[in-house]
């Protein structure tokens, strides 16, 4: 399966996969809200973002570059300012990543703890109203739901936290992957064409 995922991709002379994205001009990469941004601080397009990510998560642990097929001839100093602001772009997004892991993590760690103590209150209560023996219907709904409240806290941590850990590590590991990934140009087929 994973050499016909390969053959959809061209290859380095070292053996990279090469993810292609072919655009018109240098302005097509990046999101039109920020205009005025130099070209290292702006945002990436959300399709781009998408496409290639989408890209690594199909090539897997396989070396990669991301060329741009540009119909404008570039300066190098462009050409430094792009590598530079989709270093810094997908940085970002691992660290927006990280921050939303870690957020995830304290929630399922509050609500683990919230769980164990609420716990342990509906078994001393439980254990009070045995002694003494002054089991009612109101005492033993309370103690009851107790238990099931902090069944359902504790449950909800665990559940918040296995299932969510494993994506955002992953998501995590991905920016960081395109983010030291080589940035290669070339002038479009399509202009050379065009040229008389």
């Known amino acids: 399966m994973k050499k ?11 053996g990279s996969l090469i993810i292609d994205v072919a655009a018109r001009r240098i302005e097509d990469l990046y999101e039109n809200f920020d205009k005025s941004a130099p070209y290292h601080r702006k945002d990436l397009d959300g399709d781009l ?3 290639i ?3 690594v998560r199909e090539i897997g642990r396989k070396d990669f570059v991301v060329r741009f097929s540009i119909e404008q001839p570039l300066s190098e100093e462009l ?8 270093h810094a772009f997908f940085i970002y997004q691992k660290e927006l990543e990280y921050i939303a892991m870690k957020k995830m993590m304290r929630t399922s760690f509050f ?12 078994l001393r209560v439980n254990h ?3 002694l003494s023996g002054t089991i009612s219907f109101p005492n033993s709904f309370f103690a009851e739901g107790l238990t ?9 941590g665990l559940a918040t936290f296995l299932l969510n850990w494993a994506p955002h590590l992953f998501r995590t590991r991905l920016y ?11 002038l479009s087929e399509r202009h050379v064409e065009d040229e008389p």
């Open 148 to 156: 099931i409240v902090a069944w359902v806290s504790i449950w909800e």
């Open 4 to 14: 016909q995922i390969f053959e959809r991709y061209e290859m380095t002379a070292g």
């Open 111 to 122: 609500l683990l703890v919230t769980g164990i103590v609420i716990l342990g209150v509906s």
């Open 49 to 51: 973002v998408a496409y």
């Open 176 to 186: 960081q992957r395109i983010a030291v990934a080589s940035v290669l140009f070339r």
């Open 53 to 55: 990510s989408g890209c």
């Open 79 to 86: 050409m430094d300012m792009v590598r530079t602001g989709m």
């Open 128 to 130: 009070l109203l045995a």
